[in-house]
């Protein structure tokens, strides 16, 4: 089965500009969640989606916003881009359905850097 | 709101040696606890996950222990390799299915 894939796996955008990530989950698995890697906060959780819906949400600005496709596929938007969201964003997939494990699949994640 | 510790920060042990790793949690009130390593600049991988019914899970030469009342889990290595070198992190998930990871503990094994 194959495992969580993450595109693109690095990016270097300019500060204002927007930025899109896709995340491919595994085959069966109905949550994505993402995060946030950065040295100074570590692993912070963004958002995760579940069949198409937002079922949780982290602390961070309305800059940052994702979807859900029918597939399962997720994506994440970064609008207005500033020198700080540069990190390792990862994204993670589980069943994720009533009475599942919850156990967490992570993707090789996308670098992005901001100039 | 949940605190997770992850002490050491760092380790750095000949090869060989068993070794414990600890991480501890300010509410008990959890749905499961898992147990991951990074390589560096890597996705994370998972290792062991604990539900909170049980009390410990094995994998290979890897076993760890969950103990809710006290607020700790530990991730046992034997005989480690320099292989095993990474970050290892635990993440707490608790009822709202949101997971608080900790910080890690950077593990270096040397030949």
């Known amino acids: 089965k194959a495992g969580v894939t993450q595109t693109p796996r690095y990016l270097i955008k300019t500060r204002g500009q927007q930025v899109t990530l896709s995340c491919s989950p595994i085959?069966?698995?109905?949550?994505v969640s993402w995060y946030q890697q950065t040295p100074g906060q570590g692993l912070q959780f963004l958002f995760e989606?579940?069949?198409?819906?937002?079922?949780n949400k982290g602390n961070f600005p309305g800059r940052f916003s994702g979807r859900q496709f029918s597939n399962s596929r997720s994506e994440m938007n970064v609008s207005t881009l500033e020198l700080g969201d540069s990190a390792l964003y990862l994204c993670?997939?589980?069943?994720?359905?009533?009475?599942?494990?919850?156990?967490?699949?992570f993707g090789p994640g996308t670098r992005l850097t901001v100039t | 709101k949940q605190e997770v510790t992850q002490i050491p920060a760092a380790l750095s042990v000949p090869e060989g040696e068993n070794l414990v790793l600890n991480c501890s949690f300010t509410?008990?009130?959890?749905?499961?606890l898992q147990w991951f390593r990074q390589d560096p600049g890597k996705g994370l991988t998972s290792l062991l996950l604990?539900?909170?019914?049980?009390r410990e899970q094995t994998s290979g030469r890897l076993n760890a222990s969950l103990d809710k009342s006290s607020g700790r889990s530990t991730l046992y290595i034997a005989a480690s390799q320099p292989g095993d070198s990474a970050t290892y992190l635990c993440?707490?998930?608790?009822?709202?299915?949101?997971?608080?990871f900790g910080r890690g503990t950077s593990l270096i094994v040397h030949p």
């Open positions: 509410d008990s009130a959890i749905y499961n």
């Open positions: 604990i539900q909170s019914s049980q």
């Open positions: 085959s069966g698995h109905r949550s």
């Open positions: 993670a997939s589980s069943l994720g359905g009533q009475g599942a494990s919850y156990e967490q699949y």
């Open positions: 989606y579940f069949s198409e819906t937002q079922r």
């Open positions: 993440a707490v998930t608790g009822g709202s299915y949101i997971p608080t």
